[in-house]
């Protein structure tokens, strides 16, 4: 199956990185969110990737152009300006596809015109800023064993604040900081039968969660993977900052066998 990890939003939240950057270019532990989540699916034996680009997707075009030269040995003949790199065992066996699908796109959008890169009858859509330990195989297993056209992955999200509760008298029944929440959130992480792109339009207003899903869900097509592991996105500088932190103390769920 082919991989699509959404790469066009501009990342208005997290200004202070993304100002001459895209969002998934933001970076952990010295490697790139998007190499993060690339490395999820590579590490489940997916490793075909179809990048739909817009904000400054040229920073994303440059980085895979000089992949090779960035995690290889390499010498350069001055005098005739040959390369030739060194076979070091760091180079990566990924097969990465680069679209422009516009500066303004929205989700839906950006899928159905890269929809020629998807010659598979399942495909994969995640985002381009969200790190889980998520196991890849069994939310394949999960959607082709519900029959649906569509499934996306649910996570428990904490409240961002504590909650209390108390008695008509005003006494404390009792109290929970930050408690996670019964209801589950999208995170990402689809699988979608091929025919989910008639769902889709190449019109810059198509979103992908709006109409489209909406109309999956109503059609009774949709089903939701629920994932207790660990998921977390990088929205904003905050998350920018903890993720950082995870991984410079060894403490990265998502990059438990391979960090």
Known sequence: MKVIIMC???????????????????????????WHIMNI??????????????????VIKQYFYDYRMRNSDFTVDLATG??????????TDWRVTLSDTGQETLKGARIKR???HIDTDRFMVTYGDGVSDIDIAKLVEFHKKSGKIGTFTGVRMPSRFGAVQTDENGNILSWQEKPVLNEYINCGFFVFKREFLDYLDEEESCDLEKQPLERLAAEGQLSMYPHEGFWQCMDTLRDYQKLNAMWDKGDAPWARGWK
């Not at 040959?82 to 180079?91: A, F, I, K, Q, W």
Request: net charge positive; aromatic share 8%; with cysteine.
């Open 41 to 58: 699916y590579a590490r489940a034996g997916y490793k075909d990737f179809v990048l739909p680009l817009g904000y400054k997707g040229e």
């Open 8 to 34: 066009g939003g501009k990342g208005t939240r997290l200004r202070e990185e993304t100002e001459f950057k895209p969002k998934p270019m933001v970076e952990i532990g010295g490697r790139p969110v998007l």
């Open 82 to 91: 040959d390369v030739r790199t060194h076979e070091t065992g760091c180079c």
């Open 114 to 116: 890269i929809a020629k």
